[in-house]
């Protein structure tokens, strides 16, 4: 059977090899969202296609990706010793998407995040230590069965790496800490079968309240967690105030039945708050816990003027 032409290994001269300049700077392409979250493909060959189809060099598992999507060419700088990355849109039905504007060609730059359906992938460089741990972050990510969401151990993983390269590259990230407002009460009034009801629609809203490559968890019980990467302190206020609306409005139904609830949030930025995960979740659960005591569904925290609606 004949090669495909981008099947091709890339060649890197001698040298630069040897120096090992090179397998510091190894490009992957990281899912951030998607069905193989947590995931990193190696970009080793001179032409990389991403797309459904069994040919492609990377299967994207999203049924809004076409079989071929989207190409991505890797040229060697011999005299700037770098690689230059390109991405090149094949014809798709639904597009491609670069840091959300739709592209049909463009040079790509490290931390660019690339859409292809649902399924969000960034550009990363890794040395090979980097480069294992995310393969280790990938065998360990799981998601909780009743609401969708990332586990808490899950989440913290993933937060772990991006804290790493918010602070070598001097990125904000903002911590949200998110708790439903006397949800006992609806356990005792509905019954437990609402009650889970509740949780995994709850889990819904938030997904849908946050961006793409923002990642959410459950943290437990009726507790969540999520982490916006590079969002300041005014626009992770403004995340959560949508995610906080979006649960105050939604009536939740099951057998004939319609319930209410509210949420309540609190935030805290890096590096303002907390340089590390204890810190930043210390201080968003402190921040919650001041939105519970000034009257539940509201949000506390991150910014100079908190938002506040009664509840």
């Given at each position: 059977?004949?090669?495909?032409?981008h099947?091709?290994?890339?060649?890197?001269?001698?040298?630069i090899?040897?120096?090992?300049?090179?397998?510091?700077?190894s490009?992957?392409?990281?899912v951030?969202?998607?069905?193989?979250?947590?995931?990193?493909?190696?970009?080793?060959?001179?032409?990389?296609?991403?797309?459904?189809?069994?040919?492609?060099?990377?299967?994207?598992?999203?049924?809004?990706?076409?079989?071929?999507?989207?190409?991505?060419?890797?040229?060697?700088d011999?005299?700037?010793?770098?690689?230059?990355?390109?991405?090149?849109?094949?014809?798709?039905?639904?597009?491609?998407?670069?840091?959300?504007?739709?592209?049909?060609?463009?040079?790509?730059?490290?931390?660019?995040?690339?859409?292809?359906?649902?399924?969000?992938?960034k550009?990363v460089?890794?040395?090979?230590?980097?480069?294992?741990y995310h393969?280790?972050?990938?065998?360990?990510?799981?998601?909780?069965?009743?609401?969708?969401?990332?586990?808490k151990?899950?989440?913290?993983?993933?937060?772990?790496?991006?804290?790493?390269?918010?602070?070598?590259?001097?990125?904000?990230?903002?911590?949200?800490?998110?708790?439903?407002?006397?949800?006992?009460s609806?356990?005792d009034?509905?019954?437990?079968?609402?009650g889970?009801?509740?949780?995994?629609?709850?889990?819904?809203?938030?997904?849908?309240?946050?961006?793409?490559?923002?990642?959410?968890?459950r943290?437990?019980?009726?507790?969540?967690?999520?982490?916006?990467?590079?969002?300041?302190?005014?626009?992770?206020?403004?995340?959560?105030?949508?995610?906080?609306?979006?649960?105050?409005?939604?009536?939740?139904?099951?057998?004939?039945?319609?319930?209410?609830?509210?949420?309540?949030?609190?935030?805290?930025?890096?590096?303002?708050?907390?340089?590390?995960?204890?810190?930043?979740?210390?201080?968003a659960?402190?921040?919650?816990?001041?939105?519970?005591?000034?009257?539940r569904?509201r949000?506390?925290?991150?910014?100079?003027?908190d938002?506040?609606?009664?509840?």
């Amino acid at each position: 059977m004949p090669r495909r032409a981008h099947d091709r290994t890339l060649a890197i001269p001698r040298e630069i090899l040897d120096s090992g300049r090179f397998r510091k700077a190894s490009a992957s392409l990281v899912v951030l969202k998607g069905a193989e979250i947590g995931r990193d493909f190696r970009l080793r060959r001179m032409h990389t296609v991403l797309g459904r189809g069994l040919d492609a060099d990377v299967r994207i598992l999203d049924d809004l990706a076409s079989r071929e999507h989207v190409r991505i060419s890797v040229k060697w700088d011999r005299e700037r010793r770098s690689a230059t990355f390109h991405l090149t849109d094949l014809g798709s039905t639904n597009g491609t998407l670069v840091n959300n504007r739709r592209v049909e060609s463009m040079e790509l730059t490290e931390g660019d995040k690339i859409q292809i359906g649902d399924t969000v992938l960034k550009l990363v460089l890794l040395d090979e230590i980097e480069a294992r741990y995310h393969e280790e972050v990938r065998h360990r990510i799981t998601y909780d069965q009743l609401t969708g969401l990332l586990t808490k151990e899950s989440l913290y993983l993933a937060l772990d790496l991006e804290l790493k390269r918010c602070r070598k590259y001097a990125l904000p990230l903002a911590v949200l800490m998110m708790d439903l407002d006397h949800f006992k009460s609806v356990n005792d009034t509905y019954g437990h079968l609402m009650g889970s009801h509740v949780l995994s629609e709850v889990g819904r809203l938030i997904r849908e309240s946050i961006r793409t490559d923002d990642v959410s968890a459950r943290y437990g019980g009726e507790e969540f967690l999520a982490y916006l990467s590079e969002r300041s302190a005014g626009e992770a206020l403004r995340a959560a105030e949508r995610i906080r609306r979006a649960i105050e409005q939604e009536a939740i139904c099951l057998d004939g039945v319609t319930v209410g609830v509210t949420i309540s949030i609190g935030i805290a930025t890096f590096p303002e708050h907390g340089k590390d995960i204890k810190s930043l979740v210390g201080r968003a659960d402190r921040e919650l816990y001041r939105a519970k005591e000034s009257g539940r569904n509201r949000v506390c925290g991150a910014a100079p003027t908190d938002a506040r609606t009664g509840s």
